[in-house]
């Protein structure tokens, strides 16, 4: 049975071997979708955490985005039902080529691409969407309800809010305005999917928030206790019924 959570790991953290294990383990936590993340040395919109975990996949093992895919395809064959997105920085698929990068995830039967640096409605965005990726906005509470409107009319069926003005792994809080941009995407896109993350770390978290949207979105926590030692029992309190 699964939990609406989307978890987050960083693809070769602590080691490439070492990521599939962790995102097997979500899987087997019940997580409802796994965010996979390709590595990049200066992530601008994480946190320590995740910075440190990306620093030493990228300087220390010297992931590539062919051994991230790699990773991927291991993944994906054993377990062919989960749900996977991919979140990379811009620098990473274009270096690779925007075009190729698209058909390597629509092999993998990966459909949705988060990049948080890009645009959505960018140059380099229409041609991820073109090439059969769907792309999803990552938006603030302060973004206008003109430019919330601009996206809705181009219809994408996912949305990634940030809890607050924030980095990954900050304090939680739920910015007031919030609730406007929700009702607002659940008005003109009733079947697009929600979720909320940055700072969600205790199950009260995950159910304030799932009860507003689709999906709690948790990585910071999850990867420091990876850090820790004590992954399982953090994972366990946070997908327990």
């Not at 008005?187 to 709690?216: C, M, N, W």
């Amino acid at each position: 049975m699964s939990t609406p959570i989307m978890s987050h790991l960083v693809l070769g953290y602590p080691s490439l071997s070492e990521s599939i294990l962790t995102a097997e383990a979500y899987i087997a936590a019940g997580c409802a979708i796994l965010e996979l993340q390709i590595p990049f040395s200066h992530p601008t919109a994480d946190g320590p955490v995740i910075t440190q975990a990306c620093r030493e996949a990228v300087e220390k093992n010297n992931i590539s985005v062919d051994d991230c895919l790699g990773a991927l395809a291991d993944i994906r064959t054993r377990f062919p039902e989960q749900e996977i997105i991919v979140m990379s920085y811009l620098n990473r698929v274009f270096t690779y080529g925007l075009p190729n990068f698209c058909q390597q995830l629509r092999k993998l039967d990966i459909r949705h691409l988060i990049v948080p640096d890009l645009p959505v409605d960018s140059p380099q965005a229409v041609t991820i969407q073109n090439n059969g990726i769907t792309l999803v906005p990552v938006l603030a509470a302060n973004v206008s309800t003109e430019r919330l409107k601009k996206l809705l009319d181009r219809d994408f069926d996912f949305y990634y809010l940030m809890s607050d003005f924030k980095i990954t792994g900050s304090t939680f809080s739920l910015h007031p305005r919030l609730e406007a941009v929700i009702q607002q995407i659940r008005a003109t896109q009733p079947a697009a999917r929600i979720g909320i993350g940055f700072g969600i770390s205790t199950k009260e978290h995950v159910q304030l928030v799932t009860s507003t949207v689709d999906y709690a979105i948790i990585g910071s926590t999850f990867i420091k206790a990876k850090m820790d030692g004590n992954l399982g029992q953090v994972m366990g309190a946070l997908t327990a019924a």
